[in-house]
């Protein structure tokens, strides 16, 4: 079946400094990729939607300019927290649309300190 | 490593009936499990959730029931009506609340 990489799986930083997640569709060209935040016990938060080649779509109260996100390619996309602070601190998934397939990634710990 | 199983990737269930997901998982040290429903162009959404504790939640026409020592979960849901059809994610989460999630399965639920 389809796998979506992600990668790190987990990452620990320091307050200020940026992180990059990295999500790839392994064995399909993904057209769509989403970006999501989980608080804990509780559901996913749509953060962004990215289609290859264009600018992200943004959820409402998500700010762009912290959470940068590039798909550049039909296989990859990335996520970049920027000047990070500890309230980012969270679990982020991925997914990857295709052909009206969708798969998860694995999921990247964050955590700032 | 697949830790969230969703061993059927389609299920076909005639209006009025029940259909019933299943999931299985690996990790004894989930305590939380979650079922999000899919529509075609859209991202999944928030369904129902059962914590270990319990064995059985209920919401509406919809029910997860759990058994922990066979590290199994399914989805009922009854009736089932046309609306449903959508693919459906289980998901599982250990003490961090970091989530693992299925691959999916494809409900159809015909008129």
């Known amino acids: 079946g389809a796998v979506v990489s992600q990668h790190p799986s987990w990452v620990i930083c320091k307050s200020g400094t940026s992180v990059k997640i990295e999500c790839r569709s392994l064995d399909f060209q993904a057209t769509t990729m989403f970006w999501y935040r989980q608080f804990p016990k509780q559901s996913l938060m749509l953060m962004a939607t990215?289609?290859?080649?264009?600018?992200?779509?943004?959820e409402q109260g998500v700010e762009k300019d912290k959470f940068l996100i590039n798909h550049a390619s039909l296989t990859l996309s990335t996520l970049t927290v920027t000047s990070a602070h500890p309230e980012d601190s969270s679990f982020y998934i991925c997914?990857?649309?295709?052909?009206?397939?969708?798969?998860f990634g694995s999921g990247t710990r964050l955590t700032v300190v | 490593d697949q830790q969230v199983k969703q061993n059927s990737p389609s299920l076909s269930v005639q209006e009025g009936r029940i259909s019933i997901l299943n999931c299985d998982y690996t990790?004894?040290?989930?305590?939380?499990f979650l079922w999000y429903k899919k529509y075609p162009a859209e991202g999944p959404t928030f369904l129902i959730s059962?914590?270990?504790?319990?064995d059985k939640n209920e919401d509406g026409r919809f029910t997860v029931f759990l058994n922990k020592s066979a590290k199994h979960l399914s989805l009922h849901i009854v009736p089932s009506q046309p609306g449903d059809s959508a693919v459906y994610f289980c998901a599982a989460s250990d003490g961090n609340n970091d989530m693992r999630f299925g691959a999916g399965t494809r409900l159809t639920v015909k008129p």
């Open positions: 059962i914590s270990s504790i319990k």
């Open positions: 997914s990857a649309s295709s052909d009206g397939g969708y798969t």
């Open positions: 990790n004894s040290m989930f305590d939380y």
């Open positions: 990215s289609n290859e080649g264009s600018k992200a779509t943004y």
